[in-house]
């Protein structure tokens, strides 16, 4: 293996993820932003954690918003992560994010939250 080609140990795909993230700096037209938030969470409570979740899509629809991805911890492949949850938000702009977590929909939620789990929210900004 040590004069193999390096390239070849990557996906078929990978230099795609590299051109893509270049493209606004090469002239083309640049990607639509959103902004995404992050849910680090570990449940406490899974009766009120259930409630919360239950009740949390209603406050985050008139914001544009979408989940992308919500999951349990599988397998940590590098580091450490201490919890046991995760999820993945879309909104349309930071301002949206900012909107819906400053709303009274769901700061009402919050305590349920604060009893049921441990959970640290980021916001990020992304490209679509």
């Not at 938030?37 to 918003?65: L, M, N, Q």
């Not at 919500?70 to 450490?80: H, I, K, P, S, Y």
């Not at 995760?86 to 909107?99: D, E």
């Amino acid at each position: 293996m040590e004069n193999a080609d390096q390239t070849s140990l990557l996906p078929k795909d990978a230099g795609a993820l590299e051109l893509q993230s270049d493209a606004s700096s090469a002239g083309c037209p640049a990607q639509s932003t959103v902004a995404y938030i992050i849910g680090h969470i570990t449940v406490k409570d899974p009766e009120r954690w259930a409630e919360y979740c239950s009740k949390v899509p209603a406050t985050v629809a008139p914001w544009g918003a979408s989940l992308v991805f919500r999951g349990e911890g599988a397998q940590v492949l590098d580091g450490t992560h201490a919890y046991t949850d995760t999820v993945v938000i879309r909104f349309p702009n930071r301002s949206a994010i900012n909107n819906w977590h400053e709303s009274a929909a769901y700061q009402a939620l919050v305590p349920i939250r604060k009893q049921a789990a441990d959970v640290v929210i980021i916001s990020y900004d992304g490209q679509q």
